[in-house]
């Protein structure tokens, strides 16, 4: 999933990030040099104060954390940090969470440190304003943003420091203010002018406001910018500076998303269009370019940071005074959706550059110092991830309603390892889990998925896993949020998401078997690979025909409409294409997307299926039905839509191949259902299934992945955990247990349990949760939760 994170840098101006993953801490969301000091902000903890990082240059040259502010009312998710401004010798830092409305703390030198003295909130705050956003500075006058203001109109709060105290002397509103405008999305300062950018005006389309002085502690609406082009989207406003007797404007979604900034000069008491600066020729169009600008000396730097890993162009004013971009700032180490660029702040030589979505969005920020005319990177600063500590030697009983720190009903915990003890980079979260069990020795193994590879865990004593090493990426592929691993004959197939070419890997299961404990963990490769595919969102595999079905394929190679790919594995080693399968009635797009499906030798009542391959695919819009024993000529049987459709993501069957059970992931979050829903499809006529239940479990969480033993429904319902339903009366679920592995609310959302795998025959229940880690589980009981 991706989330829209909107931030601000001190520099005369507001920078606007575009969406990158915020999942992480979001450090280098905002970042100053202030003097010999390099400033970084990290807002974005639910689970903590946000801080803002103070580095200083140690004895080697190099930049080492010198301190770690935070408010003195601090709360988690306060979203401390979220902008910075230097004036007058004090520092002020945005909170917009905290104090329901937002709040500003203002830090003053004490020797080499710095101490708060003050907080302020606006004189008109509510709890629902979000004061604190977006700031700008000229060294005296320090102006902050509310987005959500009037109701997301927008507002800008204009602070000057009288005597020894900073005060509100102005409150900045459009005079043609309408909800949804987010007028403050940037501001610029310089002289009697302050700049003020509404990027979702006029349905996205943006415009820019020119506020002058007007006497002490005044300030009047001298000019209204509508956007030059009227296109839904442009987000013309969504950065802009003042320079001399120019004003730029950035309109990132110019030109379908390519980009541009829009160059104005003074005329009367207006501004006239002077010019649009487009990327230089060459660049990739598809970068936003525009989420930001600053002035930097003489130049102006425009950030893309949607562009591949982010860029910072350097714009340049002739003599005629027009403007273009020749030159370019990089840095090295940065894969693709770093954000680099998304805020930046520069003086005196030194540069720094926030990477906002580097490592997850966990983020980081580039040290670039001035050798003549060029910028050269000199250091990269990150904080560290905060885990939770493993829980191992020895089961902790559900007592009270508590495992450990975790919530639970009738489910025990046996054990818990993070992120970071299976092999998890910085910022790295799991995803899929399957499992294994060595036919020679009996011994049980999870296989992890990550962001960034795939873990193997011995699980044969529950209580002390053992992480026994890694299978990194296929070579040439990128980090990725989604990774789907599945079982067949001692083989590990593994298909990545939005990975780029990373194709099907094979890995030989047997090979554990010999790994030697001494050597743990081993970075293992792959056996085998299969390239005609390249990002898939799924692997489905039929155990008893050694077939395997790719799923959400694109990115390259034969994506079969995103349907099921369908790969001949009996050779495990050996993969070979057989052909496609889409019903191109369903999926968002009608070609057929399947999301996930199951695939089996159907041995239910339908006597004109029976013995036939049969897939049920979970395909966005609608549960699809098809018979695939030919693979030269796959059938489509039904399918089947149901109320308020969010997202058809995945489901199971029972036993008897009778019921198939069905997430939808986006129901609960778009708001058309109240609590997590799983749909009971009546399959046992295959060619007219009928949703025979919407069972509502007790929480409102999303729900993700869900899995049948037996009767008993295993639910990996993402912020609520591992929900356990008996299923007994295959029409009327009921949950019995429950193990939550995420300690905050059950809202709707995209964290949490990814997945589980039910089927080891000891009882250990394996289940996956993104930023926490890998959880072993077994249930108690049958006995229904009151």
């Known amino acids: 999933m991706k989330y829209h994170v909107f931030v601000s840098t001190f520099i005369g101006l507001a920078l606007v990030l575009p969406a990158v993953p915020a999942a992480g801490q979001g450090f280098g969301q905002t970042?100053?040099?202030?003097?010999?000091?390099?400033?970084?902000?990290?807002?974005?903890?639910?689970?903590?104060?946000?801080?803002?990082?103070?580095?200083?240059?140690?004895?080697?040259?190099?930049?080492?954390?010198?301190?770690?502010?935070?408010?003195?009312?601090?709360?988690?998710?306060?979203?401390?940090?979220?902008?910075?401004?230097?004036?007058?010798?004090?520092?002020?830092?945005?909170?917009?969470?905290?104090?329901?409305?937002?709040?500003?703390?203002?830090?003053?030198?004490?020797?080499?440190?710095?101490?708060?003295?003050?907080?302020?909130?606006?004189?008109?705050?509510?709890?629902?304003?979000?004061?604190?956003?977006?700031?700008?500075?000229?060294?005296?006058?320090?102006?902050?943003?509310?987005?959500?203001?009037?109701?997301?109109?927008?507002?800008?709060?204009?602070?000057?420091?009288?005597?020894?105290?900073?005060?509100?002397?102005?409150?900045l509103v459009a005079s043609d203010a309408a909800p949804n405008d987010w007028f403050g999305s940037s501001i610029a300062i310089a002289g009697d002018r302050i700049a003020i950018g509404a990027r979702n005006k006029g349905n996205n389309t943006g415009a820019a406001y020119v506020f002058r002085r007007d006497g002490p502690g005044g300030w009047v609406e001298a000019?209204?910018?509508?956007?030059?082009?009227?296109?839904?989207?442009?987000?013309?406003?969504?950065?802009?500076?003042?320079?001399?007797?120019a004003l730029l404007v950035g309109a990132p979604g110019a030109d379908v998303f390519v980009g541009a900034v829009y160059a104005y000069r003074p005329e009367g008491d207006g501004w006239t269009l002077a010019g649009k600066v487009p990327p230089p020729e060459g660049t990739p169009q598809s970068g936003s370019f525009a989420n930001t600008l600053a002035a930097v000396g003489d130049e102006v730097w425009v950030g893309a940071a949607n562009l591949q890993t982010g860029r910072i162009f350097r714009l340049t004013r002739a003599q005629d005074g027009e403007w273009s971009s020749d030159d370019t700032i990089t840095a090295s180490d940065l894969q693709q959706g770093d954000g680099f660029g998304g805020a930046f702040s520069a003086s005196n030589g030194i540069a720094l550059a926030g990477a906002i979505g580097d490592d997850f969005g966990y983020g980081s920020a580039i040290v670039l110092e001035r050798q003549g005319s060029e910028w050269t990177q000199s250091a990269r600063l990150m904080s560290e991830v905060e885990a939770l500590d493993p829980v191992v030697g020895g089961r902790v009983d559900c007592a009270a309603g508590k495992a450990a720190t975790f919530d639970c009903t009738d489910v025990d915990l046996l054990s818990f390892l993070p992120v970071q003890a299976i092999g998890?980079?910085?910022?790295?979260?799991?995803?899929?889990?399957?499992?294994?069990?060595?036919?020679?020795?009996?011994?049980?193994?999870?296989?992890?998925g990550r962001y960034d590879g795939t873990s193997f865990i011995d699980i044969s004593d529950p209580a002390n896993p053992v992480y026994a090493g890694d299978l990194p990426m296929h070579e040439g592929s990128q980090a990725n949020s989604w990774r789907d691993i599945k079982v067949y004959r001692d083989h590990a197939y593994i298909v990545a998401d939005g990975a780029g070419p990373h194709g099907m890997q094979v890995f030989d299961l047997s090979r554990l078997r010999d790994a030697a404990p001494a050597a743990m963990p081993i970075t293992f490769t792959e056996d085998a690979h299969y390239d005609r595919i390249a990002s898939a969102h799924n692997v489905v595999i039929n155990e008893e025909t050694g077939f395997a079905f790719a799923v959400g394929v694109s990115s390259g190679g034969e994506t079969c409409g995103g349907g099921l790919h369908m790969i001949d594995i009996r050779e495990p080693k050996s993969p070979s294409f057989v052909g496609c399968f889409q019903d191109t009635e369903t999926g968002s797009q009608r070609t057929g997307y399947s999301h996930d499906a199951q695939c089996v030798v159907y041995e239910g009542p339908d006597e004109t299926y029976r013995g036939r391959e049969i897939c049920l695919g979970s395909n966005e819009t609608a549960l699809s039905i098809a018979d695939v024993t030919d693979k030269d000529n796959p059938i489509a049987i039904a399918r089947a839509a149901y109320p308020n459709v969010g997202y058809a993501h995945q489901?199971?069957?029972?036993?008897?191949?009778?019921?198939?059970?069905?997430?939808d992931e986006g129901d609960e979050v778009s708001g058309t259902v109240d609590h997590?829903?799983?749909?009971?499809?009546?399959?046992?006529?295959?060619?007219?299934?009928?949703?025979?239940?919407?069972?509502?479990?007790?929480?409102?969480?999303?729900?993700?992945?869900?899995?049948?033993?037996?009767?008993?429904?295993?639910?990996s319902n993402y912020v609520s955990g591992l929900r356990i339903v008996d299923i007994s009366n295959r029409g009327e679920p009921r949950e019995v247990g429950f193990f939550d592995t995420v300690a905050e609310s059950d809202d709707p959302g995209f964290d949490g349990s990814w997945s589980n795998y039910p089927f080891f025959a000891s009882g250990t229940i394996v289940v996956t949760s993104g930023k926490e880690g890998v959880f072993f589980l077994r249930k108690r009981s049958a006995r229904p939760v009151s």
């Open 31 to 171: 970042v100053l040099v202030a003097g010999d000091e390099l400033l970084v902000g990290e807002s974005l903890y639910t689970t903590r104060p946000g801080y803002v990082y103070v580095y200083r240059k140690d004895g080697s040259g190099g930049w080492t954390e010198a301190d770690r502010l935070q408010a003195s009312d601090a709360a988690p998710n306060d979203h401390f940090g979220r902008a910075l401004a230097l004036a007058e010798g004090d520092l002020l830092v945005g909170a917009t969470v905290a104090r329901e409305s937002g709040a500003l703390y203002i830090f003053r030198r004490a020797g080499n440190d710095w101490q708060e003295v003050a907080s302020l909130t606006p004189s008109d705050a509510r709890p629902d304003h979000s004061f604190g956003r977006v700031s700008a500075t000229d060294g005296r006058t320090v102006l902050m943003a509310d987005w959500a203001a009037d109701s997301s109109a927008g507002a800008v709060y204009v602070f000057e420091k009288q005597e020894d105290s900073w005060r509100e002397t102005a409150k």
């Open 223 to 245: 000019a209204r910018i509508e956007a030059p082009d009227t296109a839904p989207d442009l987000q013309f406003g969504a950065s802009i500076a003042l320079v001399d007797d």
């Open 676 to 715: 997590t829903r799983t749909l009971v499809w009546d399959v046992k006529d295959l060619d007219d299934p009928v949703l025979v239940k919407e069972y509502f479990g007790p929480s409102t969480s999303s729900d993700h992945n869900l899995y049948i033993v037996g009767n008993t429904m295993y639910q």
């Open 651 to 663: 489901g199971w069957l029972d036993d008897q191949h009778e019921f198939f059970y069905m997430n």
């Open 424 to 448: 998890g980079g910085r910022g790295a979260q799991l995803n899929d889990v399957w499992g294994w069990t060595d036919p020679e020795t009996g011994k049980e193994w999870a296989i992890v």
